[in-house]
């Protein structure tokens, strides 16, 4: 059985998938990594469920117009990272459930993309944790493997694809830990980009440039 990928600079990592649930999760748990492959040409490419639609606290303002701001946000962000490919599900934030139809559009995604690591949410996470997230981790992985890979399912989807990894963020059993502290300038500037999820953008920088250098990942070994 082929050995796992070494991290970001494995040089058989040519393409690279992120699916996740809102925007600024990407540079939450992983642009790091995402800076790292695409500062060495990897094709990167980013797959968001929902646009964040719910990510305000003023209740006096328009769904619509959140999203609006940011998909935006997460466009700019993504062009930081050196990612030129952002597709927005548009499923309504916080409201996302295992189903096959989520399944095969993330199918759909993969086998578009052809990804040789998917980088997602670890779904195994007890108790506390936002229900977007567990509910993309899982159905990501399914349609990763064996989904994506197998002809007849979803023959509509796209021709198969089979990923070799997933490299699952936010568990809390990882397995893979990458040093970003050369990049973490930019991803923290990718992170700023997000300035309607940003309270105080020194106090963040601070912040990150404390604890932010070291990204974590479950490897998963989708061969």
């Given at each position: 059985m082929p050995r796992l990928f070494a991290g970001p600079g494995d040089r058989r990592i040519k393409r690279a998938l992120c699916i996740v649930a809102h925007p600024d999760d990407i540079e939450y748990y992983c642009g790091g990594?995402?800076?790292?492959?695409?500062?060495?040409?990897?094709?990167?490419?980013?797959?968001?469920?929902?646009?964040?639609?719910?990510?305000?606290?003023?209740?006096?303002?328009?769904?619509?117009?959140?999203?609006?701001?940011?998909?935006?946000?997460?466009?700019?962000?993504?062009?930081?990272?050196?990612?030129?490919?952002?597709?927005?599900?548009r499923h309504p934030?916080?409201?996302?459930?295992?189903?096959?139809?989520?399944?095969?559009?993330?199918?759909?995604?993969?086998?578009?993309?052809?990804?040789?690591?998917?980088?997602?949410?670890?779904?195994?996470v007890p108790y506390r944790f936002h229900p977007d997230h567990r509910v993309v981790g899982r159905v990501a992985l399914d349609a990763a493997w064996p989904s994506a890979r197998d002809p007849l399912t979803f023959p509509k989807a796209g021709p198969p694809h089979e990923t070799a990894e997933a490299w699952c963020f936010g568990g809390l059993q990882p397995?893979?830990?990458?040093?970003?502290?050369?990049?973490?300038?930019?991803?923290?500037?990718?992170?700023?980009?997000?300035?309607?999820?940003?309270?105080?953008?020194?106090?963040?920088?601070?912040?990150?440039?404390?604890t932010a250098g070291i990204e974590k990942f479950h490897q998963v070994n989708l061969r």
């Amino acid at each position: 059985m082929p050995r796992l990928f070494a991290g970001p600079g494995d040089r058989r990592i040519k393409r690279a998938l992120c699916i996740v649930a809102h925007p600024d999760d990407i540079e939450y748990y992983c642009g790091g990594a995402v800076l790292l492959m695409t500062t060495r040409g990897v094709q990167v490419d980013f797959v968001l469920a929902t646009s964040g639609d719910k990510g305000a606290r003023e209740a006096s303002k328009s769904r619509a117009k959140v999203a609006l701001i940011r998909e935006r946000e997460q466009e700019l962000a993504a062009e930081l990272l050196g990612v030129k490919t952002v597709n927005f599900l548009r499923h309504p934030d916080a409201e996302l459930v295992e189903t096959l139809d989520l399944r095969k559009e993330l199918v759909r995604e993969i086998r578009t993309s052809r990804p040789d690591v998917l980088l997602t949410f670890d779904p195994n996470v007890p108790y506390r944790f936002h229900p977007d997230h567990r509910v993309v981790g899982r159905v990501a992985l399914d349609a990763a493997w064996p989904s994506a890979r197998d002809p007849l399912t979803f023959p509509k989807a796209g021709p198969p694809h089979e990923t070799a990894e997933a490299w699952c963020f936010g568990g809390l059993q990882p397995t893979l830990e990458i040093d970003v502290s050369e990049v973490i300038g930019k991803k923290i500037e990718a992170r700023l980009a997000h300035s309607s999820q940003t309270r105080s953008p020194a106090s963040l920088t601070r912040r990150w440039r404390a604890t932010a250098g070291i990204e974590k990942f479950h490897q998963v070994n989708l061969r």
